[in-house]
């Protein structure tokens, strides 16, 4: 299957910083990604629909200002958050929409878990 | 919109034996793809099954298989044979023509030996 790979893995940050998270398609080019915020024990929740070349498209509450999206090749995505805090400790994950499939697969990186201190 | 409901938050099921997670959805798209993954601890999500909302048949993926019931937008999902490696949280999704993917609360199922 193709492979999504994100980094990092985990990270630990001072409140007040910010911090880029990588989101990488290895084997295929992904015109869209999306990221996620998933808390213990609870569901995914999408934040963004990143498409390359342009503007991310961000869900319903979700701080554009804060939670920075770039998608600027065809198998790079970032997530930047700045200014982060500790209610911004989270687990992150990316998918990337594969379009050579006919029901457009979209594949999972395997998160990053961020905490802010 | 559309809305994704897992009504079970926990199942429990005996090793080689069957068990039977429910989904409910809601939406008002004629064409669609439902889904359903497996997150294990390490959190990585796994693709288990789709199913595509055009097609009767019901999906099957080796012990995998789904009952899938369009006019009342239900999209259980059931598996055989029980293995110690399917304790995991299991999601069920919705794609939107849109492409977006809707998730359901999630159901974590334990298997016991």
């Known amino acids: 299957g193709a492979v999504v790979s994100q980094h990092p893995s985990w990270v630990i940050c001072k409140s007040g910083t910010s911090v880029k998270i990588e989101c990488r398609s290895l084997?295929?080019?992904?015109?869209?990604m999306f990221w996620y915020r998933q808390f213990p024990k609870q569901s995914l929740m999408l934040m963004a629909t990143?498409?390359?070349?342009?503007?991310?498209?961000?869900e319903q509450g979700v701080e554009k200002d804060k939670f920075l999206i770039n998608h600027a090749s065809l198998t790079l995505s970032t997530l930047t958050v700045t200014s982060a805090h500790p209610e911004d400790s989270s687990f992150y994950i990316c998918?990337?929409?594969?379009?050579?499939?006919?029901?457009?697969?979209?594949?999972f990186g395997p998160g990053t878990r961020l905490t802010v201190t | 919109a559309q809305t994704v409901t897992q009504s079970q938050p926990e199942m429990s099921v005996q090793e080689a034996e069957t068990v039977t997670l429910s989904c409910t959805y809601d939406?008002?798209?004629?064409?669609?793809?439902l889904f359903w993954y497996k997150q294990p601890p390490s959190r990585q999500m796994i693709l288990v099954i789709r199913?595509?909302?055009?097609?009767?048949q019901n999906a099957t993926e080796n012990r995998f298989s789904v009952n899938f019931q369009k006019a009342a937008k239900s999209f259980s999902l059931k598996i055989s044979d029980s293995q110690l490696g399917d304790a995991a949280m299991y999601f069920c999704?919705?794609?939107?023509?849109?492409?977006?993917?809707?998730f359901g609360q999630g159901t974590e199922l334990s298997v016991k030996p």
């Open positions: 998918s990337a929409r594969r379009p050579d499939t006919s029901s457009y697969e979209q594949y």
């Open positions: 084997d295929f080019q992904a015109t869209t």
């Open positions: 990143s498409n390359e070349g342009s503007k991310a498209t961000y």
């Open positions: 939406t008002s798209e004629s064409d669609y793809y």
């Open positions: 199913q595509e909302a055009y097609k009767q």
């Open positions: 999704a919705y794609r939107s023509e849109g492409g977006k993917l809707i």
